[in-house]
């Protein structure tokens, strides 16, 4: 069979514009026709139903991107793993998916099933094969022992984890986190450190309201504790052959994995200029400022600019995010990462380029920590 963009995402179109009745259905049909998998899924679905459609989405929408898209796969079915995800299940997940669009599709002919038939089995096997191939290098997930937990704030902490083997992992990436409390729900949460030679790994938290494994860690988690971690994923990373000088935006939480890309490039002993943009609404809630500062003493390249939003009382720079970056000389020629609440990261891309930054230059991520 031949893959067909175009007619997948004409398709695909109509099925967007129904996504929760989609979703819903799809979930549906997989169960009754599998009742057996609903025991790998978290009690409830809502967010689940959320991360289908937004990877789905993605796929569709980079289907001429072969490149970007294998990545983005391979990934996936790395990190599946974690589920106990076989060949069996993606059978059974294809078979629901083509139900799906069959149903909510305005048009459907041969044609049409047929290239959804292709690009499901070039997405399958490339996320197939990617964990089989990672299945001999790693475990599906990590016990990590919880040996430090610092409450900064009332709403966000600072938790150091020891896994129980050894991680690999590129500064910038994320892990899934389960906990005790919650079996099956899995969130994702950055790494805020560059690898460490003892393998530590230190998250920043930030409990959201609703949030059942944020509030887990921030509030219910204690030294001594257990979690249960992913693998690493991600792809707001420095790039290899970098060369330029660093313009780093980073939005409450979303610092985490700033301050690991810059502890890698402090590690890597280039001599290249760093600028850390840290913002948020309140002074009170810049929760890893000491720290920073302590970094910025040490390294003369590095310049940290605390930002408050909400806070008129606030003796330092003042606005929102995307605003500040403005207020400087260009970032042009700069490597950027920007990373934060998903309104600010998209505000920000928007000014950098209309600023002549290049998109391939502007790394980002929405902030990491759902409920």
Known sequence: MTLNPRLVKESFAAVERVADKATAYFYGRLFAKNPHLRGMFPPSMDTQRDRLFGSLTRIVWSLDSPDGLAGY??????????????????????????ATVRKFAEEWDEEIEAAWTAAYAAASGLMSRAAEEDAGQSP??????????????????????????????????YVSVQTARWP?????????????E???LRLHVRAVPGGWVSGSLVRHTRIGDTLLLGPPVGTMTLPQDASRDVLCVAGGTGLAPIKALVEQIVAAGRRR???????????????DLADLARLEARHPWLRVLPVVSDDPEYDGVRGKLPEVVERFHSWASHEVFVCGPPAMV??????????????????????????
Not at 187 to 196: E, L, Q, V, W
Not at 346 to 371: E, F, K
């Open 273 to 287: 200029e760093v600028h850390l943009l840290f913002g948020a609404r309140r002074a009170e809630e810049l929760y």
């Open 73 to 98: 796969l391979e990934q996936l079915g790395r990190d599946h793993r974690k589920y106990g995800v076989s060949a069996e299940h993606y059978a059974a997940i294809g078979d629901a998916l083509l």
């Open 346 to 371: 998209d505000a920000t891309t928007q000014r950098l380029q209309r600023a002549g930054v290049p998109l391939t230059r502007i790394h980002r991520d929405a902030v990491r920590g759902a409920p």
């Open 184 to 196: 099956r729900v899995w969130r994702p949460f950055s790494i805020a450190n560059a690898p460490r």
């Open 198 to 200: 003892d393998g530590t």
């Open 140 to 173: 599906p997930w990590w016990l990590a022992e919880v040996i430090d937990h610092e409450l900064r704030t009332p709403d966000i902490a600072v938790i150091t984890l020891r896994p129980d083997q050894p991680m690999a992992y590129r500064p910038g990436q």
